[in-house]
C-alpha cells in the first residue's frame, strides 16, 4: 500500500510539473518550422519612375510624377520566412514603363512607352524580429530586402540584367493577413527601358534606374508563427526541484512513522487515560504541519492534544500553544507570520475541544533549527501552564 502511494505521489507532481513546462522558454529563441510553413503571397500595385542611362546632357525634368517618366505597375511575389527574421522572396513586377525615346530630338518620341517585366530573388531582413526579437503579436514590421534578377523590355525584345535594393512596412490585420507600404530601386544595365547606351559617365547615369512606391496585401500560407523554444535548463532545474520536494516528504512521512511507532512501543499497557495525560502534562505536546502550510497535516497529532484539553478543563488549567516554522526556507519575517498561523489554528482546535478561549494564549517563534530532521521544525506545541 505504501508503494502504492509513492507511485500516486510521483505520478501527481510530474503531471503538475509538465503542465507548466509550457511556460519555461527561451526569451528570443524559436523552433525551426517545417519547409511548407512561413510562406507568403503578395500583391501589390505600384507608382514607377524611370531615369535612363540616355537622358545625360538632355536636362530633362527630375520629377518622378512627369508624364513622360512614370506610369502605375503591379507586382506579384511569393516567398517563405525560413527564420524570423530572414527571408527570401521571387518577385515580378512591370507592365508599363517611362516614356522617352533614344533621340536627341526626343520630343516627338513621348509617346513611345515600354512594356517591361522585371524578375527578381530578393533576402528579406525582418528588423523587427532581429533587433527586438520575435513577437507573435507584433502589428508592424520593418523590412529592409536587397536582391539580383533579370529584366525584359517587351515593346523592344531586349534583356538586361540588374539589383535591387528597397525597404518594406507592413502591418498584420489578422493572423494571415496583411498590408504593407514598399518604396524600391531597381538597377539595370542599359537596355530595360529599350533603348541600348554606353555613357560609362558615372554609377547612376550608366544604369537604367527605376524608382517605385508600393502598396499591396500579404497572404500567409498555412503556418504563419514560430514556437518558442523551450527552455532546457529550467525544466531540468524544475523537475529537479519536485523531486526533492517530494523526496523531502517522503523522509517526513518516515519520521513520522517512525515517531509513531516508538510511541506505540513505548506505551504500558496497564496504564490509563489519566495517567498517561499527567505524564503529558509536563512534556510539550507536537502538531506537525507541511512545508509552507498551517492546516495540520495528520490528525492522530491531535489524540494527544484532546487528552491535554480534557485535562486543562478538568483542572481548571491554561493552555500555551507555540507556533514554530523551520529556518531553512523562507525569510524570517514570512516564517514568524507562519509560526503564528500555525499556532492559532491549534488554538483553534482546542477551542472545538471545549477550552475556552481566555484559557488559550498563542506565540509564535517564527523560524528555528532545533530539531532534526528539518521537517520536525515545523510545528507547533501544547503544553499545560498554571
Known amino acids: 500500500m505504501k508503494k502504492l502511494l509513492v507511485v500516486l505521489a510521483l505520478a501527481g507532481v510530474s503531471m503538475t510539473t509538465f503542465a507548466q513546462d509550457d511556460a519555461l522558454t527561451e526569451k528570443y529563441s524559436v523552433a525551426t518550422n517545417s519547409f511548407w510553413s512561413n510562406w507568403f503571397i503578395q500583391i501589390g500595385a ?36 525560413f527564420t ?21 530630338n526626343h520630343a516627338s518620341r513621348l509617346d513611345n512607352g515600354n ?15 532581429l533587433l527586438c526579437g520575435y513577437n507573435e503579436n507584433r502589428v508592424w514590421n520593418v523590412i529592409p530586402f536587397i536582391g539580383a534578377g533579370v529584366g525584359r523590355s517587351m515593346s523592344k ?75 532546457v535548463e529550467a525544466i531540468n532545474a524544475q523537475h529537479q526541484a519536485a523531486l526533492d520536494a517530494l523526496n523531502a516528504k517522503l523522509r517526513d512521512s518516515e ?65 500555551l500553544v507555540t507556533g514554530y516554522a523551520d529556518s531553512a526556507t523562507g525569510t524570517a519575517a514570512y516564517n514568524q507570520k507562519l509560526s503564528e498561523r500555525r499556532a492559532a489554528t491549534v488554538a483553534n482546535e482546542l477551542v472545538k475541544m471545549g477550552v475556552e478561549n481566555n484559557k488559550i494564549s498563542t506565540v509564535g517563534k517564527g523560524g528555528v533549527e532545533t530539531l532534526s530532521p528539518i521537517s520536525f521544525n515545523r510545528r507547533a506545541t501544547v503544553q499545560v501552564t498554571e
Not at 85 to 103: A, E, N, S
Not at 115 to 129: G, R, T
Open 84 to 104: 524570423p527574421g530572414i527571408g527570401l522572396r521571387t518577385k515580378v513586377q512591370g507592365i508599363w514603363g517611362k516614356r522617352v525615346g533614344d533621340t536627341d
Open 157 to 231: 525584345d531586349k534583356y538586361a540584367t540588374g539589383l535591387s535594393a528597397g525597404i518594406q512596412s507592413s502591418w498584420k490585420l489578422c493572423k494571415n493577413l496583411g498590408v504593407y507600404l514598399e518604396a524600391g530601386w531597381n538597377r539595370y544595365e542599359a537596355g530595360l527601358d529599350g533603348f541600348d547606351s554606353k555613357n560609362d559617365r558615372g554609377f547612376w547615369e550608366s544604369h537604367d534606374n527605376n524608382l517605385y512606391a508600393e502598396v499591396g496585401l500579404n497572404f500567409n500560407l498555412g503556418k504563419a508563427t514560430w514556437s518558442k523554444t523551450p527552455d
Open 46 to 81: 505600384d507608382w514607377n519612375a524611370w531615369y535612363s542611362d540616355q537622358e545625360h546632357g538632355r536636362n530633362e525634368a527630375s520629377s518622378p510624377l512627369k508624364r513622360f517618366r512614370a506610369n502605375p505597375g503591379a507586382s506579384f511575389a511569393i516567398g517563405k520566412w
Open 255 to 319: 519520521a513520522e512513522n517512525a515517531r509513531l511507532r516508538e510511541e506505540l512501543a513505548n506505551q504500558k499497557p496497564a496504564e490509563t487515560p489519566s495517567e498517561s495525560v499527567k505524564q503529558l502534562v509536563n512534556t510539550p505536546v507536537s502538531v506537525f504541519f507541511n512545508i509552507n502550510k498551517s492546516t495540520i497535516a495528520s490528525q492522530k497529532d491531535l489524540v494527544n492534544v484532546q487528552a491535554l484539553a480534557k485535562y486543562a478543563k478538568d483542572n481548571n488549567n491554561n493552555l
Open 115 to 129: 512594356k517591361y517585366w522585371i524578375a527578381q530573388e530578393q533576402v528579406m531582413f525582418n528588423l523587427s524580429n
